[in-house]
């Protein structure tokens, strides 16, 4: 990610959201035939948790921000109400013209070998979860990033916030006094059933609640926190882990669920963060549902970077079990 300058700043914010330019890429991505092959890896993309509607979507996202088509990234947009955020960096951008007047310029400056593709999508086209990684050509880091969307009824986006972590990414991020104080949370479009188990969920870690928690879980959950590096699996593991970490994560007591995203088989929620997380504001929890409603898989992501190290090590330390003599 490029630090220098305020252009340059802001397109570091700004290119977590899956965007980018330069025709190059274009023909190196056409066979003689004048077939289109994904300018990205193949197979790599979960979809499980996706209808195949929304899987073609943000593949036609992605394929034109890997050929550096600024137009054709645009075109996914809403030219009558959008939004886009980097939650992290707290860059805000309204209306298409805004975003168009950016993008196109910059796009078209990026390296030709910049590539990024999607691992997960969870949702439908109303509204999804999508992760997906930003290789080092385009902000000299690798970004991962864990983004919610929001579509209208046309299909165009009207909302993409963006979540990363800066100290995976190895970038000291900082939060100033014109972080946004308007992420269009109210801008949702998400099934009843996800905005049912996000609300619950969210419900219980903000009480410290662990039984209550596990309880709205398959039993062999999948609980994963992309920023403190922790995988856990079983409801019996994650009730344990929640008991030692709950008081701890910028997810548990004092957050607030503040916008969900997601059909039946999942989508995602984002929070406000708890007050000692401080200066971190918000975050976002991906959900998977399995056909009886209950989480089998939820993924956290924050920024890291904003925490002390001792704070960080400290959320590393929660993931091991006590000794065991």
């Known amino acids: 990610m490029l630090r220098t300058g305020a252009l340059a700043g802001t397109a570091a914010a700004l290119g977590a959201t899956g965007m980018f330019a330069a025709g190059t890429a274009r023909a190196a991505n056409t066979a003689a035939d004048g077939t289109q092959h994904l300018p990205y890896p193949s197979g790599v993309t ?12 943000f593949r036609g996202i992605l394929t034109a921000k890997s050929r550096h088509d600024a137009a054709g990234f645009m075109s996914y947009f809403s030219r009558t109400n959008t939004v886009y955020i980097d ?5 805000s951008m309204s209306g298409w013209q805004a975003l168009s007047n950016f993008f196109t310029p910059f796009l078209a400056s990026v390296p ?11 949702g439908d086209a109303r509204s999804a979860a999508i992760e997906f990684v930003d290789t080092p050509a385009f902000f000299g880091q690798e970004i991962r990033a864990l983004s919610t969307v929001t579509f209208d009824n046309n299909h165009k986006i009207t909302r993409w ?14 939060i100033t006094g014109t972080y946004p104080t308007d992420f269009s949370d109210s801008e949702q479009n998400a099934h009843p059933a996800v905005v049912r188990a996000a609300r619950a969920l969210q419900a219980a870690f903000a009480t410290g609640d662990a039984a209550g928690a596990v309880a709205l879980m398959s039993y062999d959950v999948v609980h994963e926190d992309l920023a403190a590096h922790t995988r856990v ?26 916008h969900t ?16 997380a401080a200066p971190m504001h918000r975050g976002h ?3 998977e549902l399995d056909e009886n409603g209950k989480i089998s898989r939820l993924t956290a992501i924050y920024d890291s970077s904003l ?6 090590r400290s959320l590393i330390g929660l993931a091991a079990e006590a000794p065991l003599s």
């Open 46 to 57: 979960d979809t499980a948790h996706c209808t195949p509607e929304i899987a073609a979507i």
């Open 285 to 287: 929890t991906c959900l």
């Open 307 to 312: 925490l002390s190290a001792a704070a960080y």
């Open 112 to 122: 030709a070998d910049a590539i990024s593709y999607p691992l997960r999508i969870v």
């Open 261 to 276: 995203e997601g059909s039946r088989q999942g989508g995602g929620y984002e929070w406000s963060a708890a007050p000692d």
């Open 87 to 91: 939650a992290c960096l707290g860059v």
């Open 161 to 174: 916030v963006d979540y990363w972590d800066g100290r995976s990414s190895l970038i000291q991020n900082t």
């Open 233 to 258: 699996r079983g409801t019996l593991q994650a009730q344990r882990y929640y008991a030692r970490a709950l008081g701890q994560l910028p997810y548990g007591p004092g957050a607030a669920l503040l």
